[in-house]
């Protein structure tokens, strides 16, 4: 039996076509490791789905790719008739919007679920509803009508550990290989939708992930390391573990780290361990210079003076620092964003401001109910007007973008903010990830804006 993944994407989506993003990459590592003669394929390319002939076809998408999602499901489903499965964020958002194309839908963590359904197909050849009712974390259909879905309960998380190393479509010697260290996240921002997908976050321990890397070596050769874990410093203690098991196996030199913190876990011994790792850049999520925003919109524990501190720390060890900024935030005002100028200004030449967001309604967060409260999104929308991406067009469509806070600000001035700071700030894509080893900054540098 030959399953194929299909990874929606977004046509100027070029990180993937050197490394795929690796949620279909786990589920079928799980799926290899539990059915061994099962042919597993990943691609992102819809002819390549085609060609491969699959008996079953999965399909991850976010939100923003969904459009294309449901094309390429409905293609296989005219040219192949095979069934197809959809997971990732956005059925795990939406669960209750099962369309048609799709025989069931995987929410959350998908190993044990998809699992499931395979076995299922395998045994039977289809998916009949007495099965399907009894699998575990998925949504599906009672009847042939969209409104005929259920939705099943979750079953327990994966114990991190518990993971196989995930299927990967890059060749030996590839630069600024993508990796996961954890599951979720420690906190619950209002524009996020990772906690509510994830659940409570989970960690690997540092000795898996210290094996982990030893397999990226002999595998690939692996040098530079692109953590993708929302928040890789969430245990200061792993991190400590992390540094003296690399020290320990003769590791220490080896490899170049670049990954994400929050601001208010910056302190010298964290910062320190990070250097002795490897590490050479980190992200934070700034949002916005306005303290009473951000606590709005992250929680008490986050604040202006820890983005500062995070800043100086970072560079009085070594590392380059860059955040991210939104702007549109429900609640925002003229003041708050001029707040967010002043902050800029002050740093200016001494972090990297690397997205810049109009805040955007993902489902599955508090700004999707405030905008479905508001008639602004609904279950029928078109889900490529999500797809405000200021990074790599360097400007916003004020006719197709979804605005949460027009009774505070005027979606022109904040359109005005956001031309100010792309003009007085250089900004870099948030999707790529830092310049290769051999150009990146050397310790103690900047290469600041
Ligand atoms: C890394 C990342 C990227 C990287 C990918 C790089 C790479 N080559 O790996 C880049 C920069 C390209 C990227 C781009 C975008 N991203 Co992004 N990204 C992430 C991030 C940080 C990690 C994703 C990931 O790999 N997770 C780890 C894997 C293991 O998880 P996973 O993919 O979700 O898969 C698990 C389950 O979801 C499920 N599953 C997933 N797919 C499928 C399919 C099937 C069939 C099954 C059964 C199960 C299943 O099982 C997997 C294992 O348990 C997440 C946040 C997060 N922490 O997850 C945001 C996130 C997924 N991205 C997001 C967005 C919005 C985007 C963009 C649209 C941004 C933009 N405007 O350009 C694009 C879309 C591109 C795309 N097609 O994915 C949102 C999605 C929100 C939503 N509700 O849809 C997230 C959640 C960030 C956030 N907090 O808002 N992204
Ligand atoms: S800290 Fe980052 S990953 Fe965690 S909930 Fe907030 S935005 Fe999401």
Redesign the pocket.
Known sequence: MRIV?F????PE?E??RH??????G??GAWLQREFPDLDVRITATPDEVIALRPDLV???S????YNQARQVAARVRCELDVPV??????I??LPQRLDLEFAAG?L????L??TELVRCFRETGAFPAARLAVVPGICWREGSGRDDVRINPQPPRIPPDDLPRPLRNISRGARNI?M?SSRGCAYRCEF???TR?WGRLRNHSARFFVDELKDLVRDYDATSIYL?D?LFFADRNRVFAIADLLAAEGLRDRFTFHGFTTSNLAEDGLFDAARRMGFRSIRFGGETGSDRLLKRMKGSWASVASHQRCIDLGLAHGLEVSAAFMLGTPGETVEDLDLTVEFLERNRGRFRINGLYLTTP???TPYWDLALAKGLVSLDMDFDRL?I?FG?TMSFDIDRCIYLNAENVPLETVGRYYALIRDRFAMVD??TPPAPVATAVAAGETACV
């Open positions: 993944f990874i929606a994407s977004l989506d990180l993937h490394q795929f993003p690796l949620g279909p786990y589920v999965a399909i991850s976010v939100t923003q790719c499965i959809l997971g990732g964020y956005h795990s958002a995987v959350g963590e998908g190993e679920p998809m993508v996961f996020c939708a990772s997908h993708l929302d993902i489902p599955g797809n991406d790599k948030h999707g």
